[in-house]
T-cell receptor, first 115, second 109 residues
Framework: AQSVAQPEDQVNVAEGNPLTVKCTYS??????LFWYVQYPNRGLQFLLKYITGDNLVKGSYGFEAEFNKSQTSFHLKKPSALVSDSALYFC?????????????FGAGTQVVVTP | DVKVTQSSRYLVKRTGEKVFLECVQDMDHENMFWYRQDPGLGLRLIYFSYDVKMKEKGDIPEGYSVSREKKERFSLILESASTNQTSMYLC????????FGPGTRLTVT
């Protein structure tokens, strides 16, 4: 069985400061890892994914994430946060052996960026 | 751009009613998914489908059924709506990463 933990319900950061949203995962095989963002009253938007290769993955809107196999983590980062980054962020994992592409989502982390 | 549409953004139904939520995707994806989203619980998979007329239960299928008669359309059915099914329902389709519709916020009174 696979699972995802997002240990922080909310992250508060001032505009211009670095933003980090934490994610750890558990999966029986090798993982595919994803980050999604949800703005109020909207569906989820894909930000980035790790499949294989370089552990540092770059995605949309200046976000990046680092895959760390030994710590089973996939933290989302942005060097300089914007007020418009305020949203709900979800980490998700897929077992590489799952041919149907089922994802297991974390509970989500609310990001609040203050001016 | 991939487009996933859902039939309603907001829906209010009474307890015991049969409810249909429709989802359509335009990218010829084989896999489609229905989730419900509740605060603090993230997204939980209700059902998914990997081909026309093929379906599999997800983590929380009780009280729901699905239908996939055409590749582009995946319907979620609440046979007899209950108040504990009040939630945000999200549909997704995928080949690799999943693409989501805007969601349907269902209230059952």
């Amino acid at each position: 069985a696979q699972s995802v933990a997002q240990p922080e319900d909310q992250v508060n950061v001032a505009e211009g400061n670095p933003l980090t949203v934490k994610c750890t995962y558990s999966v029986s095989g090798n993982p595919y890892l994803f980050w999604y963002v949800q703005y109020p009253n909207r569906g989820l938007q894909f930000l980035l994914k790790y499949i294989t290769g370089d552990n540092l993955v770059k995605g949309s809107y200046g976000f990046e994430a680092e895959f760390n196999k030994s710590q089973t983590s996939f933290h989302l980062k942005k060097p300089s946060a914007l007020v418009s980054d305020s949203a709900l962020y979800f980490c998700a994992v897929r077992d590489i052996g799952d041919s149907w592409g089922k994802l297991q989502f974390g509970a989500g982390t609310q990001v609040v960026v203050t001016p | 751009d991939v487009k996933v549409t859902q039939s309603s953004r907001y829906l209010v139904k009474r307890t015991g009613e049969k409810v249909f939520l429709e989802c359509v995707q335009d990218m010829d994806h084989e896999n489609m998914f229905w989730y419900r989203q509740d605060p603090g619980l993230g997204l939980r998979l209700i059902y998914f489908s990997y081909d026309v007329k093929m379906k599999e239960k997800g983590d929380i299928p009780e009280g729901y059924s699905v239908s996939r008669e055409k590749k582009e359309r995946f319907s979620l059915i609440l046979e007899s709506a209950s108040t504990n099914q009040t939630s945000m329902y999200l549909c997704a389709s995928s080949r690799n990463e999943q693409y989501f519709g805007p969601g349907t916020r269902l209230t059952v009174t």
